[in-house]
Nanobody, 116 residues
Framework: QVQLVESGGGLVQPGGSLRLSCAAS????????MSWYRQVPGKEREFVAH????????NYASSVKGRFTISRDNAKNTVYLQMNSLKPDDTAVYYC?????????WGQGTQVIVSS
């Protein structure tokens, strides 16, 4: 079955960095658009970034542009989110998403807390 397993979340001080990983199995990873979303309690899940199947194009939410970088390693079936200059507003559960036409899969999420 399809599995997306996120890791790398945790507690970090404002201005710090974290690198999230999402390991995929059960899909032809190199065919999928991969994205990161985040959600805080009481709010809708929001788009953070995506990367095309070949990795040649990326897109970011305006709130993270210039601070976050999405990348992928198709040989390892893994997508990454490098998060720098973190702010308290970045606190959320971060979810990995795999999308190909009508197929859409989610991971279980990893918690990121930015606090002093």
């Amino acid at each position: 079955q399809v599995q997306l397993v996120e890791s790398g979340g945790g507690l970090v001080q404002p201005g710090g960095s974290l690198r999230l990983s999402c390991a995929a199995s059960g899909i032809t990873f190199s065919s999928y658009l991969m994205s990161w979303y985040r959600q805080v309690p009481g709010k809708e899940r929001e788009f953070v970034a995506h990367i095309t199947a070949t990795g040649n194009r990326t897109n970011y939410a305006s709130s993270v542009k210039g601070r976050f970088t999405i990348s992928r390693d198709n040989a390892k079936n893994t997508v990454y989110l490098q998060m720098n200059s973190l702010k308290p507003d970045d606190t959320a559960v971060y979810y990995c998403n795999a999308n190909l036409v009508t197929y859409r899969y989610w991971g279980q999420g990893t918690q990121v807390i930015v606090s002093s």
